[in-house]
């Protein structure tokens, strides 16, 4: 059975870091690729970080390049999302998904998904 847990989130004041946790089981990051979405209240899921090890391919979305960085340890089968230099404008709820192979843009595409952390940027 495939899980996926995020942890790490919490407030944080605009400029500050946080580090997300995505801890997966039931499958191999050596097979998965792995994504971090966020859903910000009234907007759209969207795609901010992802990572194919097997590919050796990463993707950020341009609002995040730069601040965000995306890492995996295969041997613990996790991915940590190091968000720095953060704005209000980040406040969502960031969950990790996963999907064989190659990351993609697509919601759709990811058959796994954790439950999510609320991350909050303000003052």
């Known amino acids: 059975q495939v899980q996926l847990v995020e942890s790490g989130g919490g407030l944080v004041r605009p400029g500050g870091s946080l580090r997300l946790s995505c801890a997966a089981s039931?499958?191999?990051?050596?097979?998965?690729?792995i994504s971090w979405f966020r859903q910000a209240p009234g907007k759209e899921r969207e795609e901010v970080s992802c990572i194919s090890t097997s590919h050796g391919t990463t993707y950020d979305a341009d609002s995040v390049k730069g601040r965000f960085t995306l890492s995996a340890d295969n041997g613990k089968n996790m991915v940590y999302l190091q968000m720095n230099s953060l704005k209000p404008e980040d406040t969502a709820v960031y969950y990790c998904a996963a999907r064989p192979e190659v990351c993609s843009a697509w919601r759709s595409a990811y058959g796994y998904w954790g439950q999510g952390t609320q991350v909050t940027v303000s003052s």
């Open positions: 039931g499958l191999s990051l050596d097979d998965y690729a």
